[in-house]
């Protein structure tokens, strides 16, 4: 039993060796040696970088970790959108009513008379404005 573990000391120690011949051998190569001078004749600025990004990942994690921080700034962002969230679904709710409306209403028809009478109307006037200046500035985009 003795004499496979000598002979799989030997064959660790030959497999040793020989990466540490692997090693020297590569050391010895001119390229390895130049890419090692520039190595080290940037050491310090390595370390100087090194050294700024385990602070910004220090700085990272710390944010990342910081529950109190999320939580402000899920409130923060949930003020922020609460009142535009409220305005989509008004702006949803009018467009269902709307719907319903014009679906409900297909007994009467809309003439010309009607037609002039809306256009007096500030808010199709609003509207009206509002997709000509759209146009055109999709007509300048284009050109």
Do not use: C, H, W
């Amino acid at each position: 039993m003795s004499q496979p573990s000598a002979q799989q000391e030997v064959s660790a120690s030959l497999a040793e060796e020989k990466k540490s011949l692997d090693v020297l051998d590569q050391l010895m190569q001119p390229e390895v040696q130049n890419s090692l001078t520039v190595l080290v004749d940037n050491l310090p600025k390595l370390a100087e970088m090194v050294t700024a990004m385990t602070t910004a990942y220090d700085f990272a994690k710390g944010i990342a970790t910081d529950k109190v921080l999320i939580n402000d700034f899920a409130q923060g962002i949930g003020e922020f959108v609460k009142p535009v969230q409220e305005k989509a679904k008004g702006i949803a709710q009018a467009a269902i009513e709307a719907g319903e409306r014009s679906q409900a209403d297909t007994s009467s028809t809309v003439g010309l008379f009607a037609m002039l009478k809306m256009l007096k109307d500030p808010e199709v006037q609003k509207t009206l404005r509002f997709a000509q200046a759209f146009l055109n500035v999709l007509a300048e985009r284009k050109n």
